[in-house]
Nanobody, 122 residues
Framework: QVQLVESGGGLVQPGGSLRLSCAAS????????MGWYRQAVGKERELVAA???????NYADSVKGRFTISRDNAKNTRYLQMNSLKPEDTAVYYCNAVLSTNRNPGLYADYWGQGTQVTVSS
């Protein structure tokens, strides 16, 4: 069973920073892409940042210049560095991976973490 374990969420003041981590574990064969999504109260879940196997990245317009996604392939871990945080960044953040397992190496599917709360408030 593949598990995505998140850490780093919490309460931070406006203008502050947080670094989210998500480690993938289990019988993973290959990770095609990794990303972070968020869902605020009353809103749809949205893509925050994503990184593909070749290192290409994509960011939501609202976080460009403030957030950075990165990865550590050796540890199957990805990070979201969040700087200059604003109250509107408050949401539950979910890590996501598109990967295949050893049981079926050619079949890629989405896997999700359980989410971590980020609250930006003074």
């Amino acid at each position: 069973q593949v598990q995505l374990v998140e850490s780093g969420g919490g309460l931070v003041q406006p203008g502050g920073s947080l670094r989210l981590s998500c480690a993938a574990s289990g019988s993973i064969f290959s990770i095609s892409a990794m990303g972070w999504y968020r869902q605020a109260v009353g809103k749809e879940r949205e893509l925050v940042a994503a990184i593909t196997k070749d290192g290409s990245t994509n960011y939501a317009d609202s976080v460009k210049g403030r957030f950075t996604i990165s990865r550590d392939n050796a540890k199957n871990t990805r990070y979201l560095q969040m700087n200059s945080l604003k109250p509107e960044d408050t949401a539950v953040y979910y890590c996501n991976a598109v990967l295949s397992t050893n049981r079926n190496p050619g079949l890629y599917a989405d896997y999700w973490g359980q989410g971590t709360q980020v609250t930006v408030s003074s």
